[in-house]
């Protein structure tokens, strides 16, 4: 392989990335800085540009000859596709900063134009007509949603019939190689992290669920009193589940598409962990050791007997506690058998449950501050927040000032290890703790809460099937007094309203920011959303500024 210096790359090579797609779309200003910082590399036939498994990740443009790239694993040597002269490849290593997953080698002479990545990425971000391009060609050419888009067109046509399948849809969950749920693919091997993912956002009872059906309204006969049906708790996704018999769950679906697919892919999740429970068990002859264990042996002795790593054992009593023994002789029976049927209304009824929402929102502003919403006197204003449901309230609470030293005691008698984590804003670290201070204390809970309502937070517990609970805030009622350090001190003559609503799910939001909007009207000062981007590194504080919007719908 021979490098030409950049200097003489002719001029011509400008005039190739207009007939580039997606270069062709850089301005000339762009255009001269690829010329610029990009190396001009001359290859004979049979030469190799780089290997699989490399951790290079430039873009290379051909200049004049044709490049294969090579799926060379052992003694396997399949070609996968053959560039040609005004093409580029080595893209996708360039935006996913993945070393390589081919091999390429020179078909013939070629002469190639090759960009490092981390200036192919600054004028990705410099044009957006060119980033855009190379989405849409990720899309349609190489396929990055093709996953996705079978397992939606599979689950939508299933849908469509009434009945679905979790069997036929497992192979095209996993095909998406889900982030949240990377051992996916990994055969016997337990994923715990996303077992507790998937089970905390279930029904409380799915172990013994045989049956689901999923409807967007309740059916009228169940939703009279006399004939109410015993709700079933769902730990980190507020839905309106009920148990209609011993093994039979019906599930209220909200607005749009969104629900029904989070609800399916987390069922398809534990339905890949829970066969991997039954199978090590199966598989170790371990059945009858489970079985014979007497009712009542601790949780982490029964898993002491069994072929579980500490790892794992350690992951399977976060999710089930003291009853992991119950959940996996229960896994064991089920088999991961879900016989599961929707009805739809022919007239969708979903806007009622936001319109009964908005009149509970309505209802407790008027039991706070003794005015509709609709009646605030105009100098009172309104801010509307999207976070969870303890976050912005905690923040707000005089309890935790108060009781500081006592929660950091109670973690220092227990060894608790946030202890031992850094905590850039220490009262965070008090907010940590307060969840398992208050699973220890049911008692000082009720206290924070009582603490709370004292100081102006309402809590609207009624949810009209919507899964979003609301905390309303009096802030006139926590003038002059001590609460989170960095929350600024309110003065006395400030009266707003905060209307935290927990996060609305998919196309519901549309709805119900929509409401909530025309309750408050003119009163509405601000509209935050709160701790969205948990995947990206950030601490408190700090304020998310978009490059891009991608809508739902298109690229």
């Not at 990425?121 to 855009?132: E, G, K, T, V």
């Not at 989405?135 to 079978?150: N, Q, V, Y």
């Not at 949780?299 to 009593?317: D, N, T, Y």
């Not at 201070?437 to 609207?460: K, M, Q, S």
Request: a neutral charge; aromatic letters at 8%; hydrophobic letters at 40%.
């Amino acid at each position: 392989m021979m490098d030409e210096p950049s200097q003489e790359i002719p001029a011509s090579l400008a005039d190739l990335l207009r007939q580039v797609y997606p270069f062709r779309f850089l301005a000339a200003d762009l255009r001269d800085l690829v010329v610029r910082e990009a190396r001009l590399v001359e290859v004979g036939p049979g030469e190799i540009l780089y290997r699989r498994g490399d951790h290079d990740d430039s873009v290379w443009v051909i200049f004049s000859g044709a490049v294969e790239l090579v799926d060379a694993r052992q003694d396997q040597q399949d070609r996968v596709m053959v560039v040609t002269q005004q093409r580029y490849f080595g893209e996708w290593e360039a935006i996913f900063r993945h070393e390589r997953g081919y091999t390429a080698r020179a078909r013939q002479h070629c002469r190639c134009l090759v960009l490092p990545g981390e200036r192919f990425r600054h004028i990705l971000r410099s044009s957006p007509a060119c980033a855009q391009g190379f989405g849409t060609a990720l899309r349609h050419d190489r396929g990055i949603f093709s996953p996705f888009d079978r397992f939606l067109s599979h689950l939508q046509q299933q849908a469509d019939g009434g009945h679905i399948d979790v069997e036929s849809l497992l192979p095209l969950y996993r095909a998406l190689a889900p982030a949240i749920h990377p051992g996916a693919q990994k055969g016997h091997r337990l994923d715990v992290a996303g077992l507790l993912y998937a089970v905390r956002r279930l029904p409380g009872n799915i172990t013994t669920t045989f049956a689901i059906l999923l409807v967007d309204e309740i059916p009228p006969a169940f939703d009279d009193p006399i004939l109410s049906l015993p709700r079933v708790p769902t730990d980190a996704r507020r839905r309106d589940v009920r148990e209609m018999l011993p093994g039979k769950n019906l599930i209220l679906l909200r607005s749009g598409r969104s629900d029904l697919i989070d609800l399916l892919t987390c069922l398809c999740l534990y339905a890949v962990e829970a066969r991997k429970i039954r199978e090590r068990l199966t598989r170790d002859g371990l059945v009858g050791v489970l079985e014979g264990i007497p009712d009542g042996t601790p949780a982490a002795e029964v898993l002491g007997q069994l072929s579980f790593s500490s790892r794992e054992a350690a992951g399977l009593l976060a999710v089930w506690g003291g009853k992991t023994p119950q959940r996996l002789r229960e896994i064991l029976r089920h088999r991961e058998m879900f016989s599961i049927h929707l009805r739809r209304q022919r007239r969708v009824q979903t806007l009622r449950r936001g319109e009964v929402w908005t009149s509970e929102v309505a209802r407790a502003t008027r039991m706070l501050v003794g005015t509709d919403p609709v009646d605030l006197p105009r100098d009172r204003g309104v801010h509307i927040v999207s976070s969870n449901s303890h976050s912005v309230t905690n923040c707000l609470n005089p309890w935790f000032h108060t009781n500081r030293d006592q929660l950091l005691q109670w973690a220092g008698a227990t060894g608790h290890p946030v202890l031992d984590e850094p905590w850039p804003v220490e009262e965070d670290r008090l907010y940590a703790l307060a969840r398992g201070y208050f699973r220890e204390h049911p008692e000082a809970e009720e206290e924070a809460l009582h603490t709370a309502e004292a100081h102006g937070h309402l809590r609207v517990q009624e949810t009209a099937g919507t899964g979003i609970q609301v905390q309303l805030i009096d802030l006139g009622s926590l003038a002059g007094v001590q609460y989170d350090s960095l929350v600024d001190p309110i003065p006395a003559s400030r009266n707003d309203l905060i209307v935290n609503i927990d996060y609305a799910f998919g196309q519901q939001a549309e709805f119900i920011i929509r409401n909530l909007l025309m309750l408050f009207g003119s009163n509405i000062r601000s509209v935050s959303f709160l701790g969205k981007a948990g995947a990206l590194v950030g601490r408190r504080g700090d304020i998310l500024i978009p490059t891009a919007f991608v809508e739902q719908q298109s690229d």
